[in-house]
């Protein structure tokens, strides 16, 4: 299993301003990756950071807004840009723990934002 | 549709009791299978993996119908602590790549005393 390290692990932020959440993990991975989870609502990717390469979204989230940095294999940021009371959610990164396609993922334990 | 559907619930039980849960996906081609747990204002975590010969840990089963696309999850002689969100997950293929995870919304379980 990894060992992964999420800060902050809360936040309140006004309207406009932009927050970045930092990932940390305890071995080298090739992928990390980020979800959202809105109350009530199950996880959404956002997007999986690689390591020397650009992030990759999925539909519905764009660099502009949730721009990510991957500057090794042990770290990643998600920031959350010009916030608005609509990305109050939980943001949680992950990282494969599986071979092959066993794809199970580890969580951080999650950074919970609430924006006025 | 959704990728991966499952009853919300809540199902409130009484400790000692059988529940179970289901879940349906829609891509025919997914590769792997699992259920996940998540504790309140807690991150998931992988409960057990599903296997198409179906299996069992402890007091958990768990069972997949590729056929019928449908996975389910028993829990026998519940304990208060398994009062949780669980949590249907599919992993996708998606072309040659090793496909990504759809997670369900979770089906919500009260244990009572």
């Known amino acids: 299993s990894a060992v992964i390290s999420q800060k902050p692990s809360r936040d309140i932020c006004q309207r406009g301003t932009s927050l970045t959440i930092q990932c940390q993990v305890d071995?080298?991975?090739?992928?990390m990756f980020w979800y959202r989870q809105q109350p009530g609502q199950s996880l959404t990717l956002i997007a999986t950071?690689?390591?020397?390469?650009?992030?990759?979204?999925e539909s519905g989230f764009v660099i502009d807004k949730f721009p990510i940095s991957r500057p090794n294999l042990t770290f990643s940021t998600l920031t959350v840009s010009n916030m608005s009371p609509e990305d109050s959610s939980i943001y949680l990164c992950?990282?494969?723990?599986?071979?092959?396609?066993?794809?199970?993922?580890?969580f951080g334990a999650g950074t919970r934002l609430s924006v006025l | 549709r959704k990728e991966v559907e499952q009853d919300p619930g809540p199902f409130n039980v009484p400790e000692g009791a059988t529940v179970a849960f289901n879940c349906t996906y829609s891509?025919?081609?997914?590769?792997?299978f699992f259920w996940y747990r998540q504790d309140c204002r807690k991150e998931p975590k992988l409960l057990m993996s599903?296997?198409?010969s179906g299996n069992e840990d402890g007091r958990f089963t768990a069972q997949l119908n590729r056929a019928s696309q449908y996975i389910s999850l028993l829990i026998r002689d519940s304990k208060l602590s398994d009062s949780a969100t669980y949590l249907c997950?599919?992993?996708?293929?998606?072309?040659?790549?090793?496909?990504?995870?759809?997670f369900g919304r979770g089906t919500q379980l009260t244990v009572w005393p």
């Open positions: 992950s990282v494969d723990g599986g071979s092959g396609t066993g794809r199970i993922q580890y």
């Open positions: 071995s080298q991975v090739t992928m």
């Open positions: 950071a690689n390591q020397g390469s650009e992030a990759t979204y």
């Open positions: 891509n025919s081609a997914s590769q792997s």
């Open positions: 599903v296997y198409s």
């Open positions: 997950v599919v992993n996708m293929a998606r072309g040659s790549t090793l496909g990504r995870l759809y």
